[in-house]
């Protein structure tokens, strides 16, 4: 395979079961690897992580917060990201105020039934903002959704939860991204929306914005074929000599 390799980032509670369909797609012509984040509470970490076990150099694709844990391996190491693809995610930090109170409460209220009634009965409460309401009857995508989720642990999850919670402000970094860039997102995404990802695509220079219909925030698993082939255009495209741009 002469192909630069992929590595796809997962995002919370998620592991390789999310990115299935776009390893099966893409890995004939490349080397695939997903990331795993284990027990990590930062999002430094986890990019820590990705850089242990990856290529030199590689592609680099993050969906929900695997999103923001992509734009920390390109903080941390620019030098050897070939491209980038930004999947409903987001690049801002917590917000200051209410909303910021709303989400941490939000999110310790799901932490308090994953633990108290276990991690099935907390992605059943929280799938359903996260699929295009037509696909809550959907019993194959919800039912893989679930047990995905059931595989992982509320120690994870609180550990996840932590590093969102402290996410940092990317927005300086964006503006400085200078390798081909796909920013992605389900049109009924509810939890990252759409305007968002227009936002997100203005501030990195000739990135390419792809509005998925008819799919909210489990876009790998909700439109597998579509998200597949938007990834396999952006592989396509030329890799650019540099990476980050310095700081004005």
Do not use: K
Request: hydrophobic fraction near 45%.
């Amino acid at each position: 395979m002469s192909a630069e390799p992929l590595v796809l980032v997962p995002g919370l509670v998620c592991d390789d079961a999310v990115w299935q369909p776009q390893v099966a797609a893409l890995a004939s012509h490349r080397p695939v690897q997903v990331a795993r984040h284990g027990e990590a509470d930062t999002l430094g970490r986890m990019a820590e992580q990705v850089l242990a076990l990856a290529p030199p150099r590689f592609a680099l694709a993050g969906h929900s917060m695997g999103g923001r844990v992509a734009l920390e391996v390109l903080a941390q190491a620019p030098e050897r990201v070939t491209r980038l693809a930004l999947l409903d995610t987001g690049h801002d930090g917590l917000p200051a105020g209410e909303a910021g109170e709303r989400e941490r409460a939000g999110r310790l209220r799901l932490l308090d039934i994953a633990r108290g009634q276990g991690m099935r009965a907390m992605g059943a409460d929280w799938v359903r903002g996260m699929v295009h309401p037509r696909r809550l009857d959907d019993a194959p995508l919800i039912g893989a959704i679930l047990d995905m989720i059931e595989r992982s642990t509320p120690v994870i999850f609180a550990a996840q939860i932590r590093a969102l919670l402290a996410r940092p402000d990317r927005s300086a970094l964006l503006a400085r991204v200078a390798v081909p860039t796909l920013v992605l997102c389900g049109h009924e995404d509810g939890w990252s929306p759409i305007e968002r990802h227009r936002v997100m695509a203005g501030m990195v220079p000739g990135s390419v914005l792809v509005d998925i219909p008819d799919c909210g925030h489990m876009c790998t698993m909700e439109q597998p074929a579509a998200i597949s082939a938007a990834l396999d255009a952006w592989l396509r495209d030329a890799p650019q000599p540099h990476r980050v741009n310095p700081p004005s």
